[in-house]
């Protein structure tokens, strides 16, 4: 069978993505793969700079995806098939090019986890991602911005004469375009993927890659790579050095992946000039291998861990009865927490390849750790020598530059818009003005005319770039007489974008001078808290919400809304989304700046178009809080007793465990006050249920 690529749709239970958060994420980051900085002391030199450089302060300029729920229908999704006559690959190119399936033939085995659900949960830098198949990840540490994001995709030769699929973007956290060509060998087990980062800028850039690999964790299951020792980090914001496979006295095998109790990542430290690989084999020693070119140097094994917070992880992210997985990853540093340097109007690029292995049981199972890698190391070997996986890459390199003619998918419209403004030449990677859309046509005027249009009056302002080149664009647009108060605005997104702080609070002040905005009071508003002021925070988040309410859909005087006659069902749900992210970023200030009455006006204010509040499992945490921050304890536990889920509940996050601990608290004490033993009573009579236990680390 020769190899071919073609079109297929995906059918699951699927929970709607949603619209975007309108509001631009001025918050800084929320990423729980963060070290203490006094944690740098004593790594070797090179990973503790590279732990140091350039964070992202946050995800600006991409918006944040957190409109979706936990309510699922069924839904198809477009995908495309790789496959030769014994393995067939299918990926989504609407969802990050994410690598759904890999189906073995001759022995009729999927060797990926395959999700059965599209369940979006908030665990990527952008909010939304999903478990199962192989994602992968460019940017920044963390889920990528574009794992439930389009892709361009096309079909393209391969370097053997048939058919190959190419996935292509600009990845807006660094502005950096990539590509992955995937393609299978005629005749062999093996996925392969050329993988090629370009820097088009002329300046040094920070990137990062990881490819995550979501494999079926049973009870036998191990994880083996070529390593003695790892880098342990255990969502404590401590890195440590520790052997393998047992980590310290008294501490279980972390790889069988069942034993450890809580969730945690182990990058294994790979000696210099070994081979790169890692896998995931169960009881009979079957299961998927993954090994690469030497530039993809890392190694990693995450698990859930067989505590309950782990389980009820695992649970929420797909159906109920559905096994559980594990990741193995592969990336360009040794750990995720680290940024590399990549030189100005340069490209990485690296070859992985992804199969079958299999391994004599007693060997990979044994107590000998030497024994059981070493048996994997030689099975590999055999089936997929290293020196075939470094000439696979030289014979890609010959083809990464042909220019896709079947075009299969369109991805977004920023690529074309960044290939104008530095004149970029990306041979292989077209970004065709074709692909502009709503969102850039703004920019592209500002960018031939150096005129910054205004939306139509009533509308959110959309999403834009923020680089340095654009700044400097906005600092020296024209606009329209009255639209200066929009130019300000977006202005001032970019100067906090480039850690600007005071010239981005000015440029915010001058436009609510020329025209108070919902969103311009707004920005002032995360400002003033994230320089402390919180009492200032509180009246400016009050100050947007009250003038969103009156000006920007019509209210009266903060007291409610009044529905234009032409508002259409989308309008008043586009409205919603406004004002629903508003209150979810204006009450906990409110709570922290002790004004709970403020806080629960604002939550029984009803929903735009409508005469009910809003709704939801996020708005619910936040009226238990309100209760609790009022002294109501009652009508906060009766919240919880009702039962209530945070589909954006964020990865790490501590709150459902502290709302419900403080109200058990609140319960026990009385009219007493709330001292040690108050806090242990509490503990044993009022455990925290199952169903809101997400807690991933032993501190939590």
């Known amino acids: 069978m020769a190899t071919t690529v ?27 793969h963060h070290l203490d900085p006094a944690e740098r002391a004593g790594l070797p030199p090179d990973m503790a700079r590279g732990l140091g450089y350039a964070p992202l302060r946050s995800v600006l300029p991409v918006r944040v995806l957190d409109g979706y729920g936990r309510d699922r229908a069924t839904a198809r999704f ?25 189906f073995h033939k001759p022995t009729g085995r999927e060797l990926l986890y395959v ?16 478990s199962g198949g192989v994602e992968w990840n460019l940017g920044a540490t963390g889920h ?10 096309a079909r393209v030769p391969a370097p053997d004469g048939g058919e190959m699929l190419r996935l292509w973007e600009w990845e807006r956290l660094r502005d950096l375009p990539f590509q992955i ?6 005749g062999s087990d093996f996925l392969h993927a050329g993988i090629r980062v370009r820097n088009p800028h002329g300046r040094t850039v920070p990137t990062y890659w990881w490819s995550n690999i979501a494999v079926p964790e049973t009870e036998r299951t191990r994880v083996l790579a070529p390593a003695d020792a790892a880098w342990h980090f255990g969502y404590r914001r401590t890195l440590s050095h520790v052997p393998v496979p047992v980590p310290g006295p008294g501490a279980p095998d972390v790889t069988c992946t069942t034993r450890p109790e809580h969730a945690a990542d182990y990058f294994f430290d790979i000696p210099a000039g070994d081979r790169r690989w890692i896998t995931a084999l169960d009881g009979d020693g079957r299961g998927l291998v993954q090994t690469s070119t030497d530039h993809l140097r890392g190694r990693k094994l995450f698990l859930w861990g067989h505590g309950r917070g782990g389980r009820r992880w695992q649970e929420w992210l797909t159906a109920p009865g559905t096994g559980g997985y594990l990741e193995i990853q592969a990336g360009l540093a040794r750990t995720q927490l680290e940024h590399i340097p990549m030189p100005a109007e340069s490209e990485f690029s690296w070859l992985e390849a992804y199969g079958p292995l299999t391994a004599d049981p007693a060997a990979v199972h044994g107590a000998d750790w030497t024994a059981a890698r070493g048996e994997a190391a030689r099975s590999l070997e055999a089936v997929l020598p290293r020196a075939a996986v470094e000439a696979a890459y030289e014979s890609w390199l010959g083809c990464a530059d042909t220019d896709p003619k079947d075009i299969l998918a369109t991805g977004s419209g920023w690529g074309a818009l960044e290939t104008e403004r530095g004149r970029h030449h990306l041979p292989g990677t077209p970004f065709p003005a074709t692909t502009l859309g709503a969102a850039q046509q703004p920019w592209r005027e500002l960018l031939r005319t150096g005129v910054f249009p205004c939306p ?7 999403p834009g770039p923020v680089s340095p080149y654009w700044r400097d664009l906005l600092e020296s647009a024209d606009t329209r007489p009255g639209d200066e108060w929009f130019r300000d605005y977006h202005l001032g997104i970019a100067q906090w974008a480039a850690g600007d702080r005071a010239q981005a609070v000015r440029s915010w002040e001058r436009s609510v001078a020329a025209h108070p905005s919902p969103w311009a009071l707004r920005a002032l508003a995360v400002a003033e808290a994230v320089a ?25 005087g903060g007291a409610g809304w009044t529905e234009p006659a032409e508002w259409t069902g989308d309008t008043a749900e586009a409205a919603r989304t406004v004002q629903r992210a508003l209150v979810r970023e204006a009450v906990p200030v409110l709570l922290a700046a002790g004004r709970p009455d403020d806080a629960d006006r604002v939550l029984a204010g009803p929903a735009a178009g409508g005469t009910a509040p809003l709704d939801g499992g996020r708005i619910t945490l936040l009226r238990a809080r309100t209760a609790l921050a009022r002294g109501d304890a009652a009508t906060a536990r009766a919240l919880f007793d009702d039962g209530f889920a945070v589909a954006d509940l964020r990865e790490g996050a501590r709150e459902l465990g502290e709302t419900w601990y403080a109200v058990a608290e609140l319960l026990v004490a009385g009219d007493g006050p709330v001292d040690d033993a108050v806090r242990a009573r509490a503990r044993r009579e009022h455990p925290l249920p199952a169903a809101y236990d997400f807690r991933m680390g032993p501190d939590d």
């Open 532 to 556: 402390g002021d919180t009492g200032r925070a509180a009246e400016r988040h009050l100050a947007a919400y009250d003038c969103l309410l009156e000006t920007f859909l019509g209210g009266a």
């Open 115 to 130: 999700n059965p659900v599209f369940q979006p949960a908030d665990l990527a830098l952008a909010g939304a991602w999903f």
């Open 181 to 186: 060509d995937l393609w299978l060998p005629a």
């Open 78 to 102: 477009d995908a495309l098939v790789i496959e030769n006559d014994r393995v067939r690959a299918t990926v989504l190119p609407g969802l990050g090019g994410r690598l759904h399936s890999l």
């Open 144 to 153: 990528w911005s574009l794992t439930c994001a389009p892709l361009h995709a």
């Open 6 to 32: 073609r079109r297929t749709a995906v059918t699951l239970p699927a929970a709607p993505l949603g619209p975007e958060n309108p509001l631009p994420a001025l918050r800084p980051l929320d990423e729980p």
């Open 456 to 462: 139509v009056a009533g509308a959110a302002p959309g």
